[in-house]
């Protein structure tokens, strides 16, 4: 050993922490060697030479597990030496590169990184793996792209589209759910408090779009429904409507629907008043009187609500944390009821009654379980 690798032995000694588990008990053996190589002074860069075999199988086990965490330049010394019957050598002692077991090892980290709803994370660790499926990266990369609520297939001109807009709100309660069951509060709330305020958008856009009158404006007539636009910065009455004198805008309210009796116009910044979370539930209540609401949108959309109750704003403007007491309160609106888990008044209180007021405005949407998409996309990583 001395003459092949130039260097002077030094030997390591395990000596078991408790009586009970020796050198044969896997998990006590682990911690041994993890010890015994944070002790090493050694170049981690420079070739590292591991034999498979060593006292016991936990011993072997443990000292290339750990070798493969700690060294860039892993190679597995195999004594496979064979000699037949007349003495004669047939196979000698060679070094394996680690590089096979190293690669296994970062594909099972992924894969659990995956399915554990951190398809980045998976995603990192793969550029450097070797022989990965082209299919299978596309595939992982497209859920970045979902837990992100990108789609890249679709120009961001449409990000304000109906359609569009919609299939983003019912990905988000998937997302939601998903975060709640790992008990990631704050990531559902922020994300939950956006889906509510995307969706009274939408749904005011599309049962706009069915109103069938129309305006005169400088001169010439148009739909009603042109009058009103979504954009980054919020949801207004478009351009071609701030020329008008404030009864003109009102009147083009009034046939939007919008409930303008119960708000002050006295300047034309009042009209951005149709951007308020107050001001949205009030027009689509006046819409349609019927649609599911739920507790937490209404509580949301109260302008008097108790702001220190809103999770959302202390976790924005305060970086406040949340407790899951407060959770449930939180998604149950402050409503009291008999909850005692965030998943509990997430699904029933919140997610369900959300899907079926976009049912009921027919709004179009897919869905596609989120767990069941994760772990095939795990499954493909061979």
Request: aromatic share 10%; net charge neutral.
């Amino acid at each position: 050993m001395r003459e092949k690798f130039n260097c002077q032995l030094e030997f390591l000694h395990l000596t078991p922490k408790n009586a009970d588990k020796g050198i044969d008990n896997w998990n006590e053996t682990l911690s041994l060697v993890e010890e015994a190589f944070c002790k090493l002074d050694s170049n981690l860069l420079k070739p590292v030479y591991v034999s498979h075999q060593a006292g016991t199988p936990a011993i072997s086990s443990a000292v290339q597990f750990v070798s493969l965490g700690r060294f860039q330049k892993v190679k597995f010394l195999v004594s496979n030496e064979y000699f037949d019957e007349n003495y004669e050598q047939k196979s000698k002692s060679e070094a394996i590169e680690s590089s096979n077991y190293r690669r296994g090892i970062q594909i099972q980290k992924a894969k659990q990184l995956i399915i554990g709803g951190f398809p980045g994370a998976a995603l990192k660790i793969l550029e450097d793996i070797d022989r990965i499926d082209k299919a299978a990266i596309a595939n992982l990369k497209n859920i970045v792209d979902f837990f992100n609520l990108h789609t890249t297939l679709i120009d961001s001109s449409q990000d304000f589209a109906i359609p569009q807009a919609t299939q983003r709100i019912v990905d988000a309660l998937d997302l939601i759910h998903f975060f709640f069951n790992q008990r990631n509060y704050l990531q559902g709330i922020t994300l939950l408090a956006a889906a509510q305020e995307t969706f009274l958008k939408l749904a005011i856009l599309s049962q706009v779009a069915m109103i069938n009158e129309t305006v005169i404006l400088n001169g010439s007539s148009q739909k009603v429904s042109d009058s009103v636009e979504w954009i980054p910065r919020g949801f207004f009455l478009n351009k071609s409507i701030n020329s008008q004198s404030i009864n003109e805008k009102k009147g083009v309210l009034q046939k939007l629907r919008f409930p303008v009796e119960d708000f002050r116009f006295n300047t034309d910044k009042d009209f951005d008043v149709t951007n308020k979370n107050f001001a949205l539930i009030a027009w689509l209540k006046n819409i349609d009187k019927t649609f599911a609401k739920w507790p937490l949108l209404l509580w949301y959309c109260d302008s008097n609500r108790n702001t220190e109750d809103d999770l959302r704003n202390q976790l924005m403007h305060n970086l406040c944390g949340v407790e899951e007491k407060e959770v449930i309160d939180y998604l149950l609106g402050f409503k009291n009821n008999q909850v005692n888990d965030v998943m509990s008044a997430y699904v029933n209180h919140v997610k369900q009654p959300f899907l079926k007021a976009i049912n009921y405005f027919q709004l179009d949407y897919k869905r596609e379980k989120l767990n069941k998409k994760l772990q095939e996309i795990a499954d493909s990583l061979i």
